[in-house]
């Protein structure tokens, strides 16, 4: 059984930088899709960015673009979201999550991801 574990969240000035890691285990695949989310408090959850671990190939929300990378240690299995310039708006719960069944994990498409991981916060102050 596939297991996520969300770290390195916190609370920043605006303007400043995070890293959020994600461990993967318990999986055989070669490759899949993982994905990073936020909430935040009143809204829906919404898709972060994506990153193929096999291929390498990403994708982001317009939100981020510019400002996020996602990243993949395929040797450490732990995909990374390096969040710089941060905004209050980016305010919210990050969950990581993995698409090991569909191939899919579409940014917009929350429903293709198979595994959660319990979320990291973030806070950004003015």
């Known amino acids: 059984q596939v297991r996520l574990v969300e770290s390195g969240g916190g609370s920043v000035q605006a303007g400043g930088s995070l890293r959020l890691s994600c461990v993967a285990s318990g999986y055989a695949e070669e490759s899949f899709i993982m994905g990073w989310f936020r909430e935040a408090p009143g809204k829906e959850r919404e898709g972060v960015a994506t990153?193929?671990?096999?291929?390498?190939?990403?994708t982001y929300a317009d939100s981020v673009k510019g400002r996020f990378t996602i990243s993949q240690d395929n040797a450490k299995r732990t995909t990374y979201l390096e969040m710089n310039n941060l905004k209050p708006e980016d305010t919210a719960m990050y969950y990581c999550?993995?698409?090991?069944?569909?191939?899919?994990?579409?940014?917009?498409?929350?429903?293709?991801?198979?595994?959660w991981g319990q979320g990291t916060q973030v806070t950004v102050s003015s």
């Open positions: 999550a993995a698409d090991t069944m569909y191939g899919l994990g579409r940014l917009q498409d929350e429903g293709d991801f198979d595994t």
């Open positions: 990153i193929d671990t096999g291929a390498g190939s990403t």
